[in-house]
């Protein structure tokens, strides 16, 4: 006990509860402790699920069987026309 705490006790002051307010104090770190990577997980699972898209539309663009370049034309008017087939 603190020399604080004797004066007050003998004044009789009541003494001050610390139980509940140290279990709060406890409690609002944990609570942040526990969700923050429980956020980041779902967040990490729905960037694959993402990114999985991209890779199945790119694989798709590719698997594509390429087009023949037939030529190149200009015009009177400088469009340059292109045909593919």
């Known amino acids: 006990m603190t020399v604080q705490m004797k004066a007050a006790a003998r004044e009789g002051a009541p003494r001050q509860r610390h139980g509940r307010r140290s279990w709060l ?23 694959k699920a993402w990114k999985e898209g991209l890779i ?8 594509v069987f390429p087009r023949r370049f037939i030529g190149r034309e200009r015009t009177d008017d400088g469009i340059i026309r292109e045909a593919l087939t």
Not at 33 to 43: C, K, M, N, Q, T
Not at 56 to 63: E, Q, T, Y
């Open 56 to 63: 199945a539309a790119l694989d798709a663009r590719l698997s």
């Open 25 to 47: 104090g406890l409690l609002v770190p944990a609570l942040l402790a526990f969700a923050i990577p429980i956020g980041l997980g779902i967040w990490q699972i729905q960037r």
